[in-house]
């Protein structure tokens, strides 16, 4: 049985940084897609970031350029996203998903296995 498990979110005051992990067990990690959704209240979940199986190719929506960082350890099976300079805009849940091969794709549709999510907070 697939596990994603996400973990690092909570209450962060504006301009401040949080890194997510998404710890995955039950299939193999090393040869699959990885991304980054999220979604506000009221709003789709979209893609933040996704990362191809070997780390060769990122990708990052424009509201995540330059902020946050996707990484990911095969040895440990994890996935990460570094975020820094967070606003109230960034508050949303938000999940991590694997897709079933390799290369990015940037529609959920995609992806076949979610984490529970993880609340993000950013509030003064």
């Known amino acids: 049985q697939v596990q994603l498990v996400e973990s690092g979110g909570g209450l962060v005051q504006p301009g401040g940084s949080l890194r997510l992990s998404c710890a995955v067990s039950?299939?193999?990690?090393?040869?699959?897609?990885m991304g980054w959704f999220r979604q506000a209240p009221g709003k789709e979940r979209d893609l933040l970031a996704a990362?191809?199986?070997?780390?060769?190719?990122?990708y990052y929506a424009h509201s995540a350029k330059d902020r946050f960082t996707i990484s990911r350890d095969n040895g440990q099976n994890t996935l990460f996203l570094q975020m820094r300079s967070l606003s109230a805009e960034d508050t949303a849940v938000y999940y991590c998903?694997?897709?079933?091969?390799?290369?990015?794709?940037?529609?959920?549709?995609?992806?076949?296995?979610w984490g529970q999510g993880t609340q993000v907070t950013v509030s003064s």
């Open positions: 039950g299939r193999s990690f090393n040869n699959k897609a």
């Open positions: 990362i191809n199986s070997g780390s060769t190719n990122t």
């Open positions: 998903a694997m897709r079933s091969e390799s290369d990015i794709r940037y529609q959920k549709e995609n992806y076949a296995y």
